[in-house]
Every structure is written in structure tokens, then in C-alpha cells.
């Protein structure tokens, strides 16, 4: 609610022109599925992806006549978002006692804080860092605040039917497996890969998703297993091509210490907002009446998939 400063000592002459500022991690997946054209704006509660299947029959055409034959059917998975606020009040006057406090103009009033730019920057990052956690392992049941907002991907896929499940005998030998270790990720890589349904597995927009613990392990197996010809591609946004297959591995915090992995298409996942970025906006603004300056951003967000039987999943 306030400004925290029990762990600096009262003022001594420091450097207060220099407030580093910690990395934060990125919301790789909600603009991976933004770019995919996944976004259902305006969604203030729930909203429906409307799907239709059709099939075609093929009959003898050696003769003349009309026999009817097959069918069109509609289904529909929900997006229901969850409604989010950050709200913090910040008093400048508790930075008086501190070295922030050559920071502060001069006079006792204040209408606004020191670092607003570098505060701004990491809340912003803070929010983008914390909803990509939460699109992979958002659990409405959970205990935790920045958690239980909405499911997210996890919960999704454990409770869909006609999910691939990966770790069985049918795609790694000795299934299932306890954990991914430096042994046994190759040939984890190569039972999802073989799990992918035919039917899907030569679209360019299908993705293997994993934690960035589980990417450097399997990195690290690579080029243990090339010896001294290490040729797999690792970009800098961390990513590479599943050596063999035209199919990119890419590495997401938000499945960090999940020991989890996925295959689908990017096309199959959607993310639901009232406003198209509207998580990226916020309010930082001087309130009178309680002395305080605070900041204000509010959103929705929430995520589903289209087709459970084109996802692969790898769950320990």
C-alpha cells in the first residue's frame, strides 16, 4: 500500500542518481498468440469460440440420382476472462529519511514521485511478467492472488478430453516418466514430436512450448550428444527448430519448475481482453485529498483453445 523502506538506513550521502532496476520476464505467450490473429477483443465476461466440422462422403458417381450423405455439426469452447486490478498509493514523504530523498524537489508538498519513468517501466514489465505465469498455470482455485483470476492453458488442457498424452509407451519407451533430466529430454522431445497428430504436424504455425529450465536442459543434452559439431540454432529470444523437423521449440516462463510441455498450433490457441492491449495501460496520478500519488491499471484477459484433440501434452 505504501512505499517499503525498513531495509534502508536513514539518510548517508549515496549515489541516488543510479536506481537499478532487476530483469522481469516477458509475456512471450500472450504476443505469440496475438500475432497468430488469436485475440477476441470486447470480451467483458465470457465469450464463445464458435467452431464448425464438416465431413465429405464420397459416393459412386456412375450413375444419376441424389443421395444424401453426411453432416455439419457446431460446437463451442468458452473464454471467460478475469477481471483484474493493480491498485498502489505512494507517499513521497517516506522517502524524506532515506537517500532518496536528493531525489525529491525541494519544499514539502509533492505531487509526484522520483524514477517515475524506471517505476512506470518495471510495473509495467511486473504486470506482463506475471500475466504470462498466469496464462499457463492460472488455476481460479488457487490460493494464489495472481493466480486465480482465470485458467490458464494447464488447467485447460488437463481437463479437455482428446488430449495426446505424450508420456505413455506408445511415444517414449519405459513411460511414464518422473521428471525431465539431461538422460532422458531427447528422447522427450522425440515422443512429442511423434505424438503430434498427422494431421496437423506440417503446418508451419504448430509449437513445441516448455519452461526455460526444461530448454536448457534439452539445449544443453543437444549439444552434449553432438559432441564437437553443435549445430542447433539457439535464438536470442530463445527458440530454436526440434533438429530434423521444421517444428520450432520455443521456451516460455510461464512454464518455469512446471516440468510440462506442449505441442499445438498457434492458430488453435485464443486469448480473450476487453480492449486490445489494454494490460500495457495504466494511470500514475497525484490524488489531493489523500496526499498520496497512485497508480491505477485495470484489464481482463483469459484463455482457451479451439481443438483439444490437435494438442500434445508431456505432464509429469
Given at each position: ?150 485458467d490458464g492453458i494447464i488447467k485447460l488442457v488437463g481437463a479437455a478430453s ?155
Amino acid at each position: 500500500m505504501a512505499f517499503n523502506v525498513s531495509a534502508l538506513a536513514d539518510y548517508t550521502e549515496q549515489n541516488e542518481a543510479l536506481l537499478v532496476t532487476s530483469s522481469v520476464l516477458g509475456a512471450k505467450t500472450a504476443q505469440l498468440i496475438k500475432s497468430a490473429g488469436g485475440v477476441m477483443v470486447g470480451v467483458k465476461s465470457s465469450e464463445t469460440i464458435n467452431i464448425m466440422d464438416t465431413d465429405a462422403i464420397f459416393q459412386s458417381g456412375a450413375s444419376c440420382g441424389f443421395n444424401a450423405s453426411g453432416s455439419t455439426s457446431f460446437t463451442q469452447r468458452t473464454v471467460t476472462v478475469g477481471k483484474i486490478k493493480i491498485n498502489e498509493a505512494l507517499c513521497p514523504k517516506d522517502l524524506e529519511a532515506k537517500y532518496l530523498q536528493k531525489a525529491l524537489p525541494t519544499g514539502s508538498m509533492y505531487d509526484s514521485i522520483p524514477f517515475e519513468q524506471e517505476f512506470t517501466d518495471k510495473k509495467a514489465k511486473r504486470i506482463a511478467a506475471q500475466l504470462e505465469t498466469a496464462l499457463w498455470q492460472g488455476d481460479t482455485s488457487s490460493v494464489n492472488v495472481n493466480l486465480n483470476k482465470f485458467d490458464g492453458i494447464i488447467k485447460l488442457v488437463g481437463a479437455a478430453s482428446g488430449v495426446v498424452d505424450a508420456n505413455t509407451s506408445t511415444y517414449i519407451s519405459g513411460a511414464p516418466l518422473a521428471s525431465i533430466t539431461a538422460a532422458n529430454v531427447v528422447s522427450i522431445f522425440d515422443g512429442i514430436y511423434k505424438a503430434i497428430p498427422a494431421t496437423i504436424v506440417s503446418y508451419d504455425d504448430v509449437v513445441i512450448f516448455c519452461g526455460m529450465d526444461t530448454f536448457r536442459t534439452y539445449t544443453i543434452a543437444l549439444k552434449n550428444a553432438n559432441m564437437f559439431h553443435y549445430t542447433v540454432d539457439v535464438k536470442a529470444d530463445n527458440e530454436f527448430v526440434l533438429p530434423g523437423t521444421t517444428i520450432k521449440v520455443v521456451a516460455v516462463q510461464g512454464l518455469n519448475g512446471t516440468n510440462d510441455v506442449f505441442a499445438m498450433r498457434l492458430s488453435n490457441l485464443f486469448l480473450g481482453t476487453d480492449l486490445l492491449n489494454e494490460e500495457e495501460k495504466w494511470e500514475l496520478f497525484w490524488a489531493k485529498e489523500a496526499d498520496q500519488v497512485r497508480f491505477v491499471s485495470e484489464f481482463k484477459m483469459g484463455v482457451n483453445f479451439a481443438f483439444p484433440d490437435e494438442i500434445v501434452k508431456f505432464v509429469i
